[in-house]
């Protein structure tokens, strides 16, 4: 009896196990893999989860507006102070994200992605978030890629989309590689200094007309979380495609608008007069000073504000003749406070300091200003005049 239940255990042991059936969260999860791999999308896993990367490539002869990527690549080659980064172009990353919100903790990234400069093309990636609970997977995936010395380009990335990232990748940092010490040049400042008194909105796609792109079926950013929920909930990727597309040309544009604003720098016959005159103030605050001024002198006409910047950086400079005739073309109060004191302290005449003082007074008087401001300025004056009189008696 024994030899008999011993050969039955044998037996059953020896057959082969079914396996169990596919439950349907997998069944789903297979059909909605297959249904990306069939748009041309790779399906990338990390542990128990996945995500959904997108590649496009596009020639140098491409372009997105006006020029072509090879245009682009050429003329940033050149030297572009104040938007030179410190690798080469290829190490340059053109970086944006779209979220479930705009703030708070609980605001998921479900896609970001980046166009950067590789092999002779230019390379658009996408990371797609199928479901908001895979984030380990697609930090993994995205920091890996993406390597430890990289520069983003991004608009409104300093203020938005990297705090973001370094919020969503606390939750998942014991898993995935640590965030890289990026530098960051953010577009959105580079284009209020740029083109400040131009545009009464800096949004994106506004400043898609200084490229000469304009989208078409344009899906709005704003409707992209209601697209990625309706997609977590039935699982098709064609719900994503408005958004994909969006992300896309939001890349795309970052390459051409970088391309820009460093030609308008680099070219400056290019320039309209308040762009140069934007450039070399902003030039000027930065203490690149020669730049500032070869920026000032090919301005065809400048601001009362631009006047009295120029006639500053020529102080600074020690230029005092020049200084001398940029705050009194500008006719502003702060230009004839600056005359006054040209004329006390280098120029040495008291009475034509005074005359400058009373004429800042005049000016002032017509100006509105903050009242505490004001009476500040007007006590200065009081008390340069005061002295300057006492001077002149002398």
């Given amino acids: 009896m024994k030899n008999k239940l011993r050969r039955m255990l044998k037996t059953t042991e020896s057959e082969p196990k079914e396996k169990p059936s596919p439950t349907k969260q997998e069944?789903?999860?297979?059909?909605?893999?297959?249904?990306?791999l069939e748009k041309g999308a790779?399906?990338?896993?990390?542990?128990?989860?996945?995500?959904?990367?997108?590649?496009?490539?596009?020639?140098?002869?491409?372009?997105?507006?006006?020029?072509?990527?090879?245009?682009?690549?050429?003329?940033?080659?050149?030297p572009h102070p104040p938007l030179a980064l410190d690798v080469p172009l290829e190490q340059v990353i053109f970086f944006d994200t779209e979220t479930t919100g705009l703030k708070g903790t609980g605001t998921t990234i479900f896609l970001l992605g980046f166009a950067r400069f590789e092999k002779g093309d230019l390379l658009m990636r996408q990371y797609f978030l199928p479901h908001p609970h895979y984030e380990a997977a697609l930090y993994h995936h995205f920091l890996h890629d993406i390597?430890?010395?990289?520069?983003?380009?991004?608009?409104n990335g300093k203020s938005f989309d990297w705090p973001q990232i370094k919020t969503r990748h606390v939750f998942v940092r014991e898993r995935v590689p640590r965030l890289p010490k990026v530098g960051h040049l953010d577009l959105l400042h580079v284009c209020r200094r740029m083109f400040k008194g131009l545009y009464d909105s800096y949004r994106l796609t506004r400043m898609e007309e200084r490229i000469g792109f304009e989208r078409t079926d344009d899906l709005p950013g704003f409707l992209a979380p209601m697209h990625y929920f309706q997609y977590v909930e039935h699982q098709n990727p064609a719900i994503m495609d408005g958004v994909l597309e969006h992300h896309l040309h939001d890349c795309l544009t970052l390459v051409s608008l970088y391309d820009e604003c460093n030609r308008l720098v680099t070219h400056r016959q290019d320039a309209s007069s308040q762009i140069r005159e934007n450039i070399a103030v902003w030039l000027a605050d930065l203490g690149i000073h020669e730049q500032s001024v070869k920026h000032f002198g090919q301005a065809?006409?400048?601001?009362?504000?631009?006047?009295?910047?120029?006639?500053?950086?020529?102080?600074?400079?020690?230029?005092?003749?020049?200084?001398?005739?940029?705050?009194?073309?500008?006719?502003?109060?702060e230009g004839y406070i600056e005359l006054a004191k040209w004329a006390e302290h280098i120029a040495k005449r008291s009475d034509v300091a005074y005359d400058y003082t009373e004429q800042a007074r005049k000016m002032l008087e017509q100006h509105q200003l903050l009242s505490s401001r004001r009476e500040r300025l007007i006590t200065e004056l009081n008390h340069r005049s005061l002295r300057l009189q006492r001077k002149c008696q002398q």
Avoid: M
């Fill in 42 to 78: 790779d399906i990338l896993t990390f542990e128990e989860e996945w995500i959904v990367r997108i590649d496009h490539r596009y020639p140098l002869t491409a372009q997105h507006g006006h020029r072509s990527f090879e245009e682009v690549f050429e003329s940033l080659q050149l």
């Fill in 147 to 155: 390597g430890e010395d990289v520069r983003f380009v991004t608009y």
């Fill in 300 to 333: 065809e006409e400048l601001t009362a504000q631009g006047w009295l910047r120029q006639g500053f950086l020529y102080k600074k400079l020690r230029q005092y003749e020049e200084a001398v005739d940029c705050f009194q073309k500008s006719e502003t109060y």
């Fill in 27 to 36: 069944q789903q999860a297979t059909a909605e893999q297959a249904a990306w």
